[in-house]
T-cell receptor, first 113, second 111 residues
Framework: DVKVTQSSRYLVKRTGEKVFLECVQDMDHENMFWYRQDPGLGLRLIYFSYDVKMKEKGDIPEGYSVSREKKERFSLILESASTNQTSMYLC????????????FGAGSRLTVL | QKEVEQDPGPLSVPEGAIVSLNCTYSNSAFQYFMWYRQYSRKGPELLMYTYSSGNKEDGRFTAQVDKSSKYISLFIRDSQPSDSATYLCAPLIQGAQKLVFGQGTRLTINP
């Protein structure tokens, strides 16, 4: 069974802390994504990567950075967490086909106090 | 104008009802029309998708696309409590790297 694994399901951090969210996929997918999901706002794309060491800004990249050193791993970094970054973070990946079907992880719920 | 508009609900119906979930979109270049289902405290999973216009049926679920009116629908027949979830539409241009999602409609089926 193909999988996208997000290492932390629930995190509580303080304002100003550096936060790492890790995502690993075992499907040899080229494309990986980080979304945040908030009530009333739906899924919003933060960053995506189509290859190792490549990254592209999504719709809301401010306050975030990413790292993709290996094909299977895509990390989201909050350099200095703020309360407005309290959210559900979802990692996803797909392999290039006609219909690029995303496989999502279970999500990481981050609370910034 | 948002690329995809979806009524966020919430929508609550009795078990056995026919449910209609809908989205509108603005980009006529969209070719694939995906529906994802997200259970509480889980990530979204692909439910089904169609290519171009027309209908596609999968068990109790029917996806319908009307490209002339830029309207996407998902119908659920004989709805069950296990169908309670958030449903997200996601139209896609072939070869595009980014997907766009509707806001998601939260559906509750009451026993």
């Amino acid at each position: 069974d193909v999988k996208v694994t997000q290492s932390s399901r629930y995190l509580v951090k303080r304002t100003g802390e550096k936060v790492f969210l890790e995502c690993v996929q075992d499907m040899d997918h080229e494309n990986m994504f980080w979304y945040r999901q908030d009530p009333g706002l739906g899924l919003r794309l933060i960053y995506f990567s189509y290859d190792v060491k490549m990254k592209e800004k999504g719709d809301i990249p401010e306050g975030y950075s990413v790292s993709r050193e290996k094909k299977e791993r895509f990390s989201l970094i909050l350099e200095s967490a703020s309360t407005n970054q309290t959210s559900m973070y979802l990692c996803a990946s797909y392999k290039e086909t006609g219909a690029n079907v995303l496989t999502f992880g279970a999500g990481s719920r981050l609370t910034v106090l | 104008q948002k690329e995809v508009e979806q009524d966020p609900g919430p929508l609550s119906v009795p078990e056995g009802a026919i449910v209609s979930l809908n989205c509108t979109y603005s980009n006529s270049a969209f070719q694939y029309f995906m529906w994802y289902r997200q259970y509480s405290r889980k990530g979204p999973e692909l439910l089904m998708y169609t290519y171009s216009s027309g209908n596609k049926e999968d068990g109790r679920f029917t996806a319908q696309v009307d490209k002339s009116s830029k309207y996407i629908s998902l119908f659920i027949r004989d709805s069950q409590p296990s169908d309670s979830a958030t449903y997200l539409c996601a139209p896609l241009i072939q070869g595009a790297q980014k997907l766009v999602f509707g806001q998601g409609t939260r559906l509750t089926i009451n026993p």
